[in-house]
């Protein structure tokens, strides 16, 4: 099949990577120090045994509309692989190139819950496919990305009925090398239950300049956390039919769920302390960026104000997911970190100390 990667960052390049070595004909869209990189010298891509592949003569442009114009044959698939604060300017480039798109199905990966929505309604359900992926990768250079720890993989889930015309994407998927793609019935399942992972010492890392692992640690962090998690959970059964917890490769997430709804804490933080310890340990997540970089821009909209926007919606209280929201909003524009004690108040409604 041929394969367009939109967007190749990490996430991207390691996709993408996968199905090279699967012999798939991927095709990337990224950034110009991308693009003289692997033009220069190939994609690499190292693996936690030292392993490392050096993928050359691939197909690379920095604008959707330049790949589109050298491919020698339509694609089959667009794989979507920028944050989700860019996926508005991407639909604006995909509808501007939509005859040399043709039918190409739209694959989403974005982190969060509304994506696969605007997609849906800008070229319908029926050309969108949601995706997440769980296995750690990060990038060592503009054209070089490490697979942290040999665990996770990719999820697939068709957003309207008609799954059975998604089956090579699913089965070019699954033939890659490390991507241990699965297919899903239930799309809004695997995406929140994607999100219970994506808010797990994210939001609170970035506020506080601390690893997860420290917050999972701390006594009063750790409450802060759990009440976002259940507010979450809460969230998911309200919806009508409930969405329900599903194990997505490598996460046992509805172990977690079934934990975090029936446990007390004092039990409970243990477990996932050391859970946390063993699978994020030092590194910091994703949302630290945004505050570290001033970025001015967060993807904690589609995830902790997710669930606060759907709480509204369904009549659920939400308020720490809101005040985390609030907090990271303001802090990806200043790029200033808070006290423990500011952060604790704040998520316990007083957010003058923000």
Same mark, same amino acid.
């Given at each position: 099949?041929?394969? #367009?990667?939109?967007?190749?960052? =990490?996430?991207?390049? !390691?996709?993408?990577?996968?199905?090279?070595?699967?012999?798939?004909?991927?095709?990337?869209?990224?950034?110009?120090?991308?693009?003289?990189?692997?033009?220069?010298?190939?994609?690499?891509?190292?693996?936690?045994?030292?392993?490392? !592949?050096?993928?050359?003569?691939?197909? /690379?442009?920095?604008?959707?509309?330049?790949?589109?114009?050298?491919?020698? /044959?339509?694609?089959?698939?667009?794989?979507?692989?920028?944050?989700?604060?860019?996926?508005?300017?991407?639909?604006?480039?995909?509808?501007?190139? /939509?005859? *040399?798109?043709?039918?190409?199905?739209?694959?989403?990966?974005? +982190?969060?819950?509304?994506?696969?929505?605007?997609?849906?309604?800008? &070229?319908?359900?029926?050309?969108?496919?949601?995706?997440?992926?769980?296995?750690?990768?990060?990038?060592? =250079?503009?054209?070089?990305?490490?697979?942290?720890?040999?665990?996770?993989?990719?999820?697939?889930?068709?957003?309207?009925?008609?799954? *059975? @015309?998604?089956?090579?994407?699913?089965? *070019?998927?699954?033939?890659?090398?490390?991507?241990?793609?699965?297919?899903?019935?239930? !799309?809004?399942?695997?995406? !929140? @239950?994607?999100?219970?992972?994506?808010?797990?010492?994210?939001?609170?890392?970035?506020?506080?300049?601390?690893?997860?692992? *420290?917050?999972?640690?701390?006594?009063?962090? &750790?409450?802060?956390?759990?009440?976002?998690?259940?507010?979450?959970?809460?969230?998911?059964?309200?919806?009508?039919?409930?969405?329900?917890?599903?194990?997505?490769?490598?996460?046992?997430?509805?172990?977690?769920?079934?934990?975090?709804?029936?446990?007390?804490?004092? #039990?409970?933080?243990?477990?996932?302390?050391?859970?946390?310890?063993? $699978?994020? $340990?030092?590194?910091?997540?994703?949302?630290?960026?945004?505050?570290?970089?001033?970025?001015?821009?967060?993807?904690?909209?589609?995830?902790?104000?997710?669930? =606060?926007?759907? $709480?509204?919606?369904? $009549?659920?209280?939400?308020?720490?997911?809101?005040?985390?929201?609030?907090?990271?909003?303001?802090?990806?524009?200043?790029? +200033?970190?808070?006290?423990?004690?500011?952060?604790? /108040?704040?998520? @316990?409604?007083?957010?003058?100390?923000?």
């Amino acid at each position: 099949m041929r394969f #367009l990667v939109f967007g190749a960052g =990490a996430v991207g390049a !390691w996709i993408g990577a996968n199905l090279v070595m699967a012999r798939q004909l991927v095709a990337f869209v990224g950034r110009p120090s991308f693009v003289a990189a692997v033009r220069e010298q190939g994609l690499r891509v190292a693996l936690p045994g030292g392993e490392t !592949w050096r993928l050359c003569d691939l197909e /690379a442009g920095t604008t959707l509309d330049e790949v589109l114009q050298r491919a020698s /044959a339509p694609f089959d698939a667009v794989l979507l692989c920028m944050k989700s604060f860019a996926l508005d300017q991407a639909i604006a480039e995909l509808r501007a190139c /939509a005859d *040399a798109l043709g039918a190409a199905r739209l694959v989403a990966f974005q +982190n969060g819950i509304g994506n696969e929505a605007a997609l849906a309604q800008a &070229f319908g359900a029926q050309r969108v496919l949601a995706a997440t992926l769980t296995s750690p990768v990060s990038l060592d =250079a503009p054209a070089a990305v490490r697979l942290e720890r040999s665990s996770g993989g990719v999820g697939l889930a068709a957003l309207d009925a008609a799954r *059975a @015309s998604w089956s090579g994407i699913v089965h *070019a998927m699954a033939g890659a090398p490390l991507l241990r793609a699965r297919a899903y019935a239930d !799309w809004q399942a695997m995406k !929140w @239950s994607k999100l219970l992972l994506n808010l797990m010492g994210n939001a609170a890392s970035a506020l506080l300049g601390l690893p997860p692992a *420290a917050i999972y640690r701390d006594r009063r962090l &750790f409450a802060v956390e759990m009440r976002a998690l259940r507010e979450a959970l809460a969230v998911m059964a309200a919806h009508d039919p409930p969405i329900r917890a599903v194990n997505l490769p490598g996460y046992p997430v509805r172990a977690l769920a079934l934990g975090v709804r029936h446990l007390p804490d004092a #039990l409970l933080q243990p477990l996932l302390a050391h859970l946390v310890a063993r $699978g994020r $340990g030092n590194k910091l997540p994703s949302l630290y960026y945004d505050v570290a970089g001033r970025t001015g821009r967060s993807e904690v909209i589609v995830l902790n104000g997710a669930v =606060a926007d759907a $709480g509204r919606r369904l $009549g659920v209280p939400a308020p720490t997911n809101a005040a985390l929201t609030a907090m990271m909003v303001r802090a990806a524009q200043a790029g +200033n970190t808070l006290t423990r004690e500011d952060f604790i /108040a704040a998520c @316990s409604g007083d957010l003058s100390t923000t």
